[in-house]
């Protein structure tokens, strides 16, 4: 599995594509969404909780990546939270946002595996339960943290795979803001030109007329 630190950057993109679509000037309003970005952090996050309560009960990890890990899961917790909180005008839209969100940690252990690259070392998923088979991506993006005790948790590989996921996710993170901000600026540039348009000809005619005066007299 990936880290908190991959899943909440994951929840944060989910916000980004949301703010994108409602045109949300973050610059100007961030201060209010601050709620709707952590409960989305918290969706995408959210699947690993089967975890710790795995650890409490049973001392090992033996519960970690079963139900919480399915699609199952993401439409249940999706509607279960729009009918309390809806984020964007609509139920089945907000619905659509918290299961993007919870979604994307599916997607994320999905790549997750033992060593990077074409290895196929993905411990895999019950993506389609109640059906038993677990689906990994053979191709193995992100270098999966260790859980099997405590002491592997708090492990040096651990240490080393979370700065994996710090660096390239946060990079990932400002090319994408690099990206929109040059958008917006072209935009606006955009707009500025369409607002200077229809005045060019009312300048070019004035101009005309005062220099035929000039030559009358």
Not at 104 to 119: E, K, N
Request: charged letters at 15%.
């Amino acid at each position: 599995m990936a880290s908190p630190i991959a899943h909440s950057f994951a929840g944060f993109w989910t916000f980004l594509v949301f703010a994108k679509q409602l045109q949300i000037r973050l610059t100007a309003q961030w201060r209010q969404y601050l709620p709707r970005v952590g409960l989305l952090i918290l969706l995408a996050n959210l699947p690993d909780f089967d975890f710790p309560i795995s650890l409490a009960l049973l001392g090992n990890a033996s519960l970690h990546h079963e139900f919480t890990h399915s699609l199952a899961a993401a439409i249940l917790v999706a509607l279960a939270v729009s009918c309390v909180w809806r984020i964007a005008p609509g139920f089945w839209r907000s619905a659509m946002i918290y299961f993007t969100a919870y979604g994307s940690h599916l997607l994320i252990d999905l790549c997750s595996g033992r060593t990077l690259g074409w290895t196929n070392t993905g411990s895999g998923i019950p993506l389609l339960w109640p059906w038993p088979k677990k689906f990994s991506s053979p191709l193995i993006l992100i270098p999966g943290v260790r859980h099997e005790t405590l002491g592997a948790i708090f492990s040096m590989d651990n240490a080393w795979s979370s700065i994996y996921e710090l660096l390239s996710f946060g990079a990932i993170t400002v090319i994408v803001f690099v990206l929109w901000k040059r958008k917006l600026k072209s935009r606006t540039l955009g707009k500025r030109k369409l607002k200077s348009r229809p005045n060019a000809p009312t300048s070019e005619v004035s101009e005309h007329l005062l220099s035929e005066l000039q030559h009358q007299k």
